[in-house]
Nanobody, 127 residues
Framework: QVTLVESGGGSVQAGGSLGLTCTVS????????AAWFRQAPRKEREGVAA???????FFAGFVEGRSTITRDNAKKTIYLQLNGFQPGDTAMYFC?????????????????????WGRGTQVTVSS
């Protein structure tokens, strides 16, 4: 059983930055497509960013240019850095992992493509 645990959420002011960490156990992250999703109240869960086992990354348009996603296979972590927070970024942020090595450039935003999910970490942006 693969377990994902998110950390790093909290309150941040508009314009600020935050780093979110997803810790995966017990298996290595090197052969997983991993992603971050978010879900605001009364909204659908949406993809934020994804990273393939080989390191290729994809980003949603609303975070393009102000976000990075990296992985540390030795530590079994997936790290999401978000900058320039806006009130619309307030949401629960979830980590997800698939059983495939490569993320699809066209399908990575689909929640159905991920087998394993964390419980989420809340990010609240104040203006």
């Amino acid at each position: 059983q693969v377990t994902l645990v998110e950390s790093g959420g909290g309150s941040v002011q508009a314009g600020g930055s935050l780093g979110l960490t997803c810790t995966v156990s017990p298996y290595t992250t090197s052969n997983m497509c991993a992603a971050w999703f978010r879900q605001a109240p009364r909204k659908e869960r949406e993809g934020v960013a994804a990273i393939s086992g080989g390191g290729g990354a994809f980003f949603a348009g609303f975070v393009e240019g102000r976000s990075t996603i990296t992985r540390d296979n030795a530590k079994k972590t997936i790290y999401l850095q978000l900058n320039g927070f806006q009130p619309g970024d307030t949401a629960m942020y979830f980590c997800a992992a698939s059983r495939t090595d490569r993320c699809s450039s066209k399908l990575w935003t689909l929640t159905s493509g991920y087998t394993y999910w964390g419980r989420g970490t809340q990010v609240t942006v104040s203006s």
